[in-house]
Nanobody
Framework: QVQLVESGGGLVQPGGSLRLSCAASGSIFGLNSMGWYRQAPGKERELVASISSGGRTNIAGSVKGRFTISGDIAKNTVYLQMNNLKPEDTAVYYC???????????WGQGTRVAVSS
């Protein structure tokens, strides 16, 4: 069973930066895209950013201009560079991978990001 392993979360002050990393424990056959979702307390999980196997990126409007997604889909790795963090970015961030046109979906265990002074 392939697992997604995340790292890089933590506590940061407003205006600070963090870089999240995600790597699959094995090869994901038919991988179409990887990305990051987040879930804040009391809220639904939402897409933050994704990158397709062709390199096309999709960034949520709430983080556009502050967050950048990158990765090597062929190596099953994805990164999220988060700059100018705000308290409203506080959430658990989950790595996601979609394969075989969405018929296989993988999730990481989540990494917590807290933005507070």
């Amino acid at each position: 069973q392939v697992q997604l392993v995340e790292s890089g979360g933590g506590l940061v002050q407003p205006g600070g930066s963090l870089r999240l990393s995600c790597a699959a424990s094995g090869s994901i056959f038919g991988l179409n895209s990887m990305g990051w979702y987040r879930q804040a307390p009391g809220k639904e999980r939402e897409l933050v950013a994704s990158i397709s196997s062709g390199g096309r990126t999709n960034i949520a409007g709430s983080v556009k201009g502050r967050f950048t997604i990158s990765g090597d889909i062929a190596k099953n790795t994805v990164y999220l560079q988060m700059n100018n963090l705000k308290p409203e970015d506080t959430a658990v961030y989950y790595c996601n991978a979609n394969a075989l046109l969405g018929t296989r979906v993988y999730w990481g265990q989540g990494t917590r990001v807290a933005v507070s002074s």
